[in-house]
């Protein structure tokens, strides 16, 4: 796992690993603010539960993540109301108010560390620029109770044209809020397990879990895993990308408090600092692209570099990481119970995952204890809507098909090992099987089956983080072969191949 700054600056949680067979009345599996913050919402009561990190708390999305709360969302709230009506738009922008509320509530009532702050979120179009978004914008988030104010000078080195802003909005840690929620969480009806990745879910009742030294029987399953585990239709409903960030000492220049958002993402990824005892840091995130699809050859994060260069005196690159999102096809996140009875999900947050984490958190304890949740209709993960969702549909899943039958590029054969140098990695195509080759710096090969375990789709490899990347839903995979994240629950299958160096 990359050491995002967010990682960096928060406590290292120590959790043991599930050695004995357990039974429970909910299993949570992931440990990111989602999994999270639902055992902290369920252990106050009463039920027995358990949660099921393969790696560390808050070290996965949660820790790739902006660290920004916001009402607002990614695709625009006034796209939403267009997309669907006016009771829809309410629920996205009411449940992520109370989402950010419950937050500060919890920071306020555990003194947790995270550097949780009120912030104002600013939307900006770039100087020459027009862009009808802004006012649409405005006159919706109005509409649904949000102060928003028309604003002529921001705290940035390149001219804007127009810029709305909306106070209240928030900041924090995401990794140091989570390690520090769990903290909370943990009592005699809630246990959290760490180093325990869950790589088989036997279905029926109860449901078992099947992790590497022990198995967990449970009433109700959570799949907190930000897409699925497993093989489920509405995985053709969310797509998988990848985005990347940097966090940067400035020589000189204004560090904006705020959260700044360009209607033009391209030219201007979103921007934030961070104070910590190292003083100040600017986040950029942004360049986002399919996963396993990136241009070949293409840096990502220099390119993140050279534009924040262009307009601040950068000293040094202190972080730089990325991380995945799942764009729903309808713009809106699926929570609640899953085609299979009793194993819920949340997925499809978008960039906007910190806030719907905290959302499918409180839907889950008030589905699961029995309780009417206002918001749940209107995000049920059983939903589908094609005529919504047709569009973006149908092209996202051409796109998947059109990975199925890829003839992938640059194949080799076993004597040609010798040509990947360290560092690196290449599909290789030996008697009619695709292997995933890489060396390590160390010269030596790992060699597995290219075949991604989930449903059999060809892996890339992701020479920007040194990973085996699948295009299509989002599976990526160890230099060894090892799960990362992503639906798929094996590893790659190994090889043994006798090579030439
Ligand atoms: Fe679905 Fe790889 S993630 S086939």
């Given at each position: 796992m990359p050491e995002t700054i967010w990682r960096a600056k928060a406590i290292k949680p120590d959790y043991p690993s599930l050695t004995e067979d357990t039974e429970v009345d909910v299993a949570i599996v992931g440990g990111g603010i989602t999994g999270i913050t639902t055992a902290y919402l369920l252990s106050k009561t009463g039920l027995k539960v358990a949660l099921f990190e393969s790696y560390q708390v808050g070290c996965g999305t949660t820790a790739g993540s902006t660290g920004n709360l916001y009402t607002m969302v990614d695709s625009r709230l006034h796209h939403v109301q267009a997309k669907f009506n006016d009771e829809t738009a309410a629920t996205v922008a009411g449940?992520?108010?109370?989402?950010?509320?419950?937050?500060?509530?919890?920071?306020?009532?555990?003194?947790?560390?995270?550097?949780f702050k009120r912030q104002p979120w600013i939307l900006y179009t770039e100087s020459g620029q027009k862009d009808e978004t802004i006012e649409k914008e405005k006159k919706t988030l109005k509409k649904y109770g949000l102060e928003v104010q028309e604003v002529k000078e921001l705290p940035l080195p390149f001219k804007t044209e127009q810029a709305i802003k909306v106070e209240n909005q928030a900041q924090f840690n995401p990794s140091a809020f989570v390690t520090g929620l769990a903290q909370k969480a943990e009592n005699k009806n809630c246990r959290i397990y760490e180093n325990t990745p869950v790589h088989h879910i036997?279905?029926?009742?109860?449901?078992?879990?099947?992790?590497?030294?022990?198995?967990?029987k449970a009433s109700k399953v959570i799949l907190a895993t930000h897409t699925p585990k497993g093989v489920y239709a509405l995985q053709t409903a969310i797509y998988p990308y990848r985005e990347y960030a940097l966090a940067v000492k400035l020589k000189s220049g204004v560090y904006p408090e705020g959260i700044f958002w360009s209607t033009d993402s391209k030219t201007h990824p979103s921007l934030r600092s961070y104070e910590t005892d190292e003083g100040k840091f600017l986040i950029s995130v942004g360049y986002h692209h399919k996963v396993g699809q990136e241009e070949p050859g293409k840096d990502y994060f220099r390119n993140l570099e050279k534009n924040l260069r262009k307009n601040y005196d950068v000293e040094s690159v202190a972080y730089k990481w990325s991380a995945q999102h799942y764009k729903s096809s309808d713009g809106l996140p699926f929570i609640g119970e899953s085609t299979d009875d009793n194993i819920f999900i949340a997925t499809g947050f978008s960039t906007d995952g910190l806030t719907y984490g905290v959302v499918s958190a409180i839907i889950f304890r008030d589905i699961i204890t029995g309780k009417r949740n206002k918001w749940a209709e209107v995000f049920k993960a059983k939903r589908f809507t094609p005529l919504k969702s047709a569009k973006t549909y149908i092209k996202e899943n051409l796109n998947v098909m059109g990975e199925y039958l890829k003839d992938i590029p640059g194949k080799e054969d076993a004597d040609r090992f010798s040509k990947i140098k360290s560092g690196e990695g290449k599909i290789v195509e030996l008697k009619d099987e695709k292997l995933a080759v890489h060396r390590n710096e160390h010269g030596n090969l790992h060699v597995c089956s290219a075949v991604c375990t989930h449903m059999d789709c060809i892996v890339n490899w992701n020479n920007n983080e040194k990973t085996w990347d699948c295009p299509c839903h989002g599976s990526r995979f160890k230099t060894t072969g090892e799960v990362i994240e992503g639906p798929a629950f094996s590893p790659l299958d190994k090889r043994q191949i006798e090579s030439k160096k």
């Open positions: 449940s992520r108010t109370t989402a950010i509320d419950l937050i500060e509530n919890l920071v306020q009532k555990y003194d947790i560390s995270c550097d036997e279905k029926g009742k109860p449901h078992i879990l099947h992790t590497p030294n022990a198995k967990v």
